[in-house]
């Protein structure tokens, strides 16, 4: 590096790295290093839509974290792995964009007391950054760099989903981002709809600044501490390709490592629980007991039948097959590589509210995830209700003073019974979605758990045995008041007792949103830029009539 000194100091290179970073150099020409642990750059695979799913087993652009042992889930020990690559999980996930429900964020607010967090707040970050397809004010944006688009094609599988639920009463939906959550339809993602290729952080945000000289990007780069003097963040220690080296901001420092490294990086600084930094031996700089707490994450379990066609997209990516469809994505831009492969799904509530408190995926194949087996991959479908508001709260703690140890996850999933009960709930649910025409007349039978699991107990147990993450986890550094003993953050996104550091991550959402987390980071992330320049609203007494009255009247819960 020409310079130790700069501005600003972003660590993690991942979905909101690249929204700050982007903005602070090319709007407010600062002086930024970003730094990132994982490669600069991806397979080209991965900026095909299918392409994701080759790497679904592989570690190449994760980190798997440790998970302790859950003992309500009889010692299991679920993966929970996070992005390791530049752009993060934008990078390699599944490209759905859901911006989640605006009680979601009316919640946050109302318990800051009105900072300015709600989902009118949010709703000019999610349209300022987006540039959709197909849809326009006033809850969408057309112009902005982050192309959202519908999939290139829907398997016969995806749409007799859609149908079956219309069946059973559920509303078709045509934009889940929009007047209403709730119901059933296709799903949007971050795919240009002129290349049909993946839309990443990377791609929307941080490429147009990649030449720019007031932007250092160090990549295969770990930040071992954040360097503070006299209570105040000056810089960080990190260890690259060229070996050991302290770097300062003459600014701020902005963590954005993620909901798992965040709050270690932290505790490793000196910032966190004073007893458990004490026992381990490290220095405590200030005693934030909220460091590490409140883990959130959505989590699934599976329902899957066995189809008497090939109505989805088992096979299709190996052999001729696979040869063939390439072929046409290259020349055409079309066919099966231009979908995600999870195409439709249904926001709904199984005990009969008008909030929705399940996310039903339809994944048009016979698929289990890695720490799970049961049944082989086939021609068929997979149901999977996923929790989107679950009560248990877990913690990220560390496995020692070694910065290069892995922090310990206990994401106590089903530790609250009312999780359990929900997630019973959404399995029966799903079967009856199965029995609805006209999913029923393309199902031959039901694999998994089988027709014979029909107690609560055995439904318990099935779920133990095969709940996995959805890759969705949040809250460990959560935003509060100034009295809330177990906040980290303030409306501010400013840590309490360190001043010059900030956290703009999923770490600090106070309870995780209504669905898939990519586009609250980006718009948490776009927010948070305002509020390191100046230009955000973090006062209830600052807000304008103008405004508010310029946002969209018919704004109501998603």
Not at 22 to 45: H, K, Q, T, W, Y
Not at 354 to 364: F, G, M
Not at 404 to 409: R, S, Y
Request: proline share 7%; charged share 20%.
């Amino acid at each position: 590096m020409a310079s130790k000194r700069f501005d600003y100091i972003i660590v993690g290179g991942g979905s909101a790295g690249c929204v700050v970073a982007s903005r602070l150099v090319a709007e407010n020409g600062a002086r930024v290093l970003l730094v990132e642990a994982g490669p600069r750059r991806v397979s080209p695979i991965l900026a095909m839509p299918a392409g994701y799913m080759k790497f679904l087993a592989r570690d190449t652009y994760l980190t798997m974290h440790h998970v302790l042992p859950q003992e309500q889930l009889g010692g299991r020990a679920p993966i929970v792995p996070q992005a390791k690559v530049l752009g993060g999980g934008s990078a390699v996930n599944a490209m759905v964009y859901i911006r989640g429900q605006a009680e979601d964020y009316d919640g946050w607010d109302a318990a800051l007391g009105g900072a300015g967090w709600s989902y009118r707040d949010l709703l000019p970050h999610f349209i300022r950054q987006e540039g959709n397809d197909h849809l326009g004010a006033p809850y969408h944006g057309v112009s902005g760099p982050l192309k959202i688009s519908h999939l290139g094609q829907h398997s016969a599988m995806s749409r007799a989903f859609v149908q079956a639920m219309q069946t059973l009463g559920v509303p078709y939906t045509a934009d889940f981002n929009g007047v209403r959550q709730n119901g059933v339809g296709f799903m949007q993602h971050t795919i240009d709809w002129t290349t049909r290729r993946r839309c990443s952080a990377v791609d929307a945000f941080l490429r147009p600044v990649l030449a720019d000289p007031k932007l250092t990007l160090l990549t295969e780069t770990t930040v071992t501490r954040i360097h503070i003097e006299r209570d105040r963040a000056t810089g960080i220690d990190l260890v690259g390709p060229s070996g050991s080296e302290r770097v300062f901001a003459d600014a701020e420092v902005i963590i954005a490592a993620g909901t798992y490294l965040t709050p270690k990086l932290l505790m490793l600084s000196g910032i966190g629980p004073a007893d458990e930094l004490s026992r381990l031996g490290l220095k405590v700089v200030a005693d934030l007991p909220g460091v590490g707490r409140n883990l959130q994450d959505h989590h699934e379990v599976p329902i899957i039948a066995a189809s008497s066609g090939a109505f989805g997209y088992f096979g299709q990516d190996r052999g001729l097959a696979m040869l063939r469809n390439g072929l046409q994505y290259v020349l055409f831009k079309s066919g099966a590589v231009t979908t995600t492969g999870v195409e439709a799904c249904a926001f709904i509530d199984p005990d009969g509210g008008t909030r929705p408190t399940i996310q039903l995926y339809c994944v048009p194949t016979v698929y289990l995830d890695r720490d799970v087996s049961g049944v082989e991959p086939t021609h068929g479908v997979t149901l999977n209700p996923c929790l989107l508001r679950p009560k248990a709260r877990g913690s990220v703690r560390l496995a020692s003073a070694d910065p290069k140890a892995l922090p310990l996850v206990d994401p106590q999933t089903f530790a609250d019974p009312g999780d359990l009960r929900m997630t019973m709930a959404g399995l029966r649910y799903a079967r009856e979605v199965l029995a609805m025409s006209p999913i029923r007349g393309m199902i031959e039978q039901e694999l998994f758990p089988g027709q014979a699991i029909t107690s609560d107990e055995d439904l318990a147990e099935h779920c133990r045995r095969t709940v996995k993450t959805n890759y969705h986890p949040a809250g460990t550094c959560r935003m509060g008041r100034d009295d809330d003993p177990l906040a980290v953050v303030s409306p501010g996104l400013a840590v309490h007792g360190i001043a010059g550091l900030r956290i703009v991550d999923a770490s600090i959402m106070p309870t995780i949103t209504s669905g898939n987390t990519n586009a609250p980071v980006l718009a948490i992330a776009d927010k948070a830029v305002d509020i390191i320049t100046g230009s955000a609203r973090l006062a209830p007494e600052a807000v304008s009539a103008n405004r508010v009255s310029s946002m969209p009247d018919q704004v109501q819960p998603l």
